[in-house]
């Protein structure tokens, strides 16, 4: 099973943390398995394409979530 962190590169330093579902979250997510990307204000759900319960933490310059009115 995959820890909170999985490492990349041994020389390097790199690092991909990794949330699971039901986890406290905000911002955007991919899917570890099939890389459906969602943005929660809550709770990191179950992927609805293939049913993955493992997230990364989406690309550093994607859009900040906005608040709905």
Request: proline share 7%.
């Amino acid at each position: 099973m995959l820890d909170e962190a999985r490492k990349l590169d041994s020389t390097g330093g790199d690092f991909v943390e990794f949330a699971r579902t039901g986890a406290l979250a905000a911002g955007a997510f991919r899917c570890s398995s099939c890389g459906y990307g969602v943005t929660v204000q809550a709770t990191l759900p179950k992927c609805p394409m293939c049913g993955g319960t493992t997230w990364e933490r989406g690309p550093r310059g994607a859009p900040a979530p906005q608040r709905l009115q």
